[in-house]
């Protein structure tokens, strides 16, 4: 019980934050520096934009998507190995999941171009990173121990 608590709070919490930072750049904030500008942008794709042909089919294959990944991390038992990296994991698609519902596209607003130019990012897209990549060097660890 404790872990599925781990879990659905990093998910309403990740989901949370997401969404607050989201609506200040919704009404109109923005800032600029030298290697950094905080912009609003709308991603109609996923990654890299890619997927952007599939129009408003995107949202429902995301969701179903999305629900058959949270059934198999409960089904599978990776839901208690993997608590808080799993919870920002979700938290971090289901934000990005409501953006597609209401705004239409995925709101983003961190976009590096200092050096290179890089594709322009939100808080969800670093909770899923950073929720993947706790698996993988756990994992590693694990692995590594055995």
């Known amino acids: 019980?404790?872990?599925?608590?781990?879990?659905?709070?990093?998910?309403?919490?990740?989901?949370?934050?997401?969404?607050?930072?989201?609506?200040?750049?919704?009404?109109g904030y923005e800032w600029h520096s030298k290697c950094i500008s905080l912009e609003l942008h709308y991603n109609k794709g996923v990654a890299f934009s890619?997927?952007?042909?599939?129009?408003?089919?995107?949202?429902?294959?995301?969701?179903?998507?999305?629900?058959?990944?949270?059934?198999?991390l409960f089904m599978s038992g990776l839901i208690k190995q993997y608590a808080f990296p799993?919870?920002?994991?979700?938290?971090?698609?289901?934000?990005?999941?409501?953006?597609?519902?209401?705004?239409?596209?995925?709101?983003?607003?961190i976009y590096w171009h200092c050096w290179f130019n890089y594709p322009v990012f939100n808080y969800a897209d670093i909770m899923v990173i950073v929720g993947v990549g706790w698996i993988v060097l756990a994992t590693f660890f694990e692995n590594k121990a055995k």
């Not at 019980?1 to 009404?27: E, Y």
């Not at 129009?55 to 969701?63: A, D, E, F, N, V």
């Open 1 to 27: 019980m404790r872990l599925l608590s781990i879990f659905f709070l990093a998910v309403m919490g990740t989901f949370i934050i997401d969404q607050g930072i989201k609506d200040i750049f919704v009404s």
């Open 50 to 72: 890619m997927f952007a042909f599939l129009g408003p089919y995107l949202k429902w294959i995301q969701s179903v998507l999305i629900v058959g990944i949270i059934l198999y």
């Open 86 to 109: 799993l919870g920002l994991l979700i938290g971090g698609a289901l934000g990005n999941l409501y953006d597609r519902f209401i705004h239409e596209g995925v709101v983003d607003y």
